[in-house]
Structure formats: C-alpha cells, structure tokens
C-alpha cells in the first residue's frame, strides 16, 4: 500500500469569516483593495483563508468584486427587499 501525502486546505473559522466581513462593512468609501484588507485586519490570514472567504461572501451576495477592489453591497433593510421583490423589472 502506497501512502500519498494529501495536501489539506486551510479553512476559514466562523471568527474570521466575521472579522472579514466586519471590516469590509465598515470600509470608509465604497471600494476597498485586498491589500488593504490585509492591513485592517486585527490579526494576520492566511492569502488562501482570505480567498475563500471572499469567494463565499462574493457568493452570497454580500459583497461585489471588481477589478478597482472589493464593496460591501449586503443590505438588511427589510423594506429595500420588499421593494426589490415586488418591483418591477425594467
């Protein structure tokens, strides 16, 4: 029998997904880069962590992802969804 050695991928924690996405809702302007991501950070993440972070965040429509960087679009405000649920399309 032949042993192979499996590289296991490093997933994100609850803490950091919310610690991502704290900092990304709380971003002064509307577009922040990666890097400056990784600077307002409180702790250092692993580049792959942060990737699939941001792939499930882009994923679940809370953020969009352009080539400028990163801006948080998530919105809770309950009458904005239902005006978007009954609206009508252009």
Not at 4 to 9: A, F, G, P, S
Not at 22 to 44: D, N, V
């Amino acid at each position: 029998m032949s042993t192979t050695l499996i590289q296991k991928e490093h997933s994100p924690t609850l803490n950091t997904v919310i610690m991502v996405e704290k900092i990304l809702q709380q971003a002064e302007g509307s577009i922040i880069t990666i890097a400056e991501l990784k600077r307002r950070l409180p702790k250092q993440v692993n580049h792959n962590v942060l990737k699939t972070i941001l792939i499930y965040l882009e994923k679940s429509n809370k953020i969009g992802v352009t080539m400028q960087g990163i801006t948080w679009i998530h919105n809770t405000n309950q009458n904005l969804r239902n005006a978007i649920k009954t609206g009508m399309e252009l």
